[in-house]
């Protein structure tokens, strides 16, 4: 079971930016640097949607609809994953999740809303 903790969201203005933080549960702080980690978001309405993952190397791969303007990483250190979203669009509002990819155990997510 993996319940991650995200914090960070808000209202903000198109064009605006926001980052997101993702905290690991103790049951994972020793395994945390060897999964692949990803950041999800769901719109009402719609599916939940894979927006960017990043592996243990720090290799990282993005939706199409975020490239060039989200950017994950990750600190094994402190355990957490970030999500650093700029140029922030009115679709680009939803509740985001973090998680291990191929996980199906979602935390509550950070809701994100973009004025238009």
């Known amino acids: 079971q993996v319940h991650l903790v995200e914090s960070g969201g808000g209202l903000v203005q198109f064009g605006g930016s926001l980052r997101l933080s993702c905290a690991a549960p103790?049951?994972?702080?020793?395994?945390?640097?060897?999964?692949?980690m990803g950041w999800y978001r769901q719109a009402p309405g719609k599916q939940r949607d894979l927006v960017a993952r990043i592996t243990t190397e720090g290799i990282t791969d993005y939706a199409d609809s975020v490239k060039g303007r989200f950017t994950i990483s990750r600190d094994n250190g402190k355990k957490k994953v970030y999500l650093q979203m700029n140029a922030l669009k009115p679709e680009d509002t939803a509740v985001y999740y973090c998680?291990?990819?191929?996980?199906?155990?979602w935390g509550q997510g950070t809701q994100v809303t973009v004025s238009s």
């Open positions: 103790r049951s994972i702080l020793s395994s945390f640097r060897l999964f692949t």
């Open positions: 998680n291990v990819v191929g996980s199906s155990d």
